[in-house]
């Protein structure tokens, strides 16, 4: 038993030494150098590497100008409010970012009442914005559009999506993924029409 717990002990010894360090100490928060690339990274990094360190590093990348550095310093500390309304601020302005971040906000109930209809009328003002999104960005929204219209059990729009996705993305994660979507889509529909 004591050399089965060693054997154990040795494995996962070696297992973590040959993984490195996961944070980078010689980056410094100060630095005047620094980039809001860098701040946003380590803000990102923190999050599961430097815990103790996310809120000192995602203020640092939202005060360079990364506001999306919000979403895990609400989710750290439980509380949305900056969020919700730096988003609903930028939404003004018809920025990308703010479509996506509110629509997942109403989506899933974190921080706002469950709205699925406002998430969905956000997910398609944001196909039609005058931006130029790459055919994956847009299979995305369509991809999260389907997965919103199968909360509220609308077969035919799930089905909508899903075809536009297979028909748009390269991604071969978005094709699996719309194909799934789209079969759901049509054993419901196929099963109402009996």
Wanted: glycine share 2%.
């Amino acid at each position: 038993m004591i050399k089965a717990i060693a054997v154990l002990l040795a494995l996962i010894s070696s297992t973590l030494i040959a993984a490195g360090p996961r944070w980078d100490h010689s980056i410094k928060i100060d630095d005047p150098e620094l980039t809001v690339e860098v701040a946003a990274h380590q803000c990102h990094k923190s999050l599961i590497n430097a815990p103790e360190l996310l809120e000192m590093w995602c203020e640092k990348a939202y005060e360079m100008g990364y506001w999306s550095a919000l979403v895990p310093i609400s989710l750290h500390t439980s509380d949305g409010t900056r969020l919700v309304a730096e988003a609903k601020e930028r939404l003004k302005n018809k920025e990308p970012s703010a479509y996506t971040t509110l629509a997942w906000l109403y989506g899933s109930g974190q921080f706002v009442k469950k709205d699925i209809a406002k998430a969905i009328a956000l997910r398609e003002e944001l196909l039609v914005l005058d931006k130029s999104f790459t055919p994956n960005q847009i299979a995305a929204n369509h991809m999260k559009l389907a997965d919103l219209y199968i909360q509220e059990r609308n077969w035919k729009k799930v089905a909508i999506h899903a075809k536009h996705v297979l028909k748009h993305t390269q991604s071969n994660f978005q094709k699996k993924y719309a194909k799934r979507q789209l079969e759901s889509a049509e054993r419901h529909l196929s099963s109402n029409e009996l």
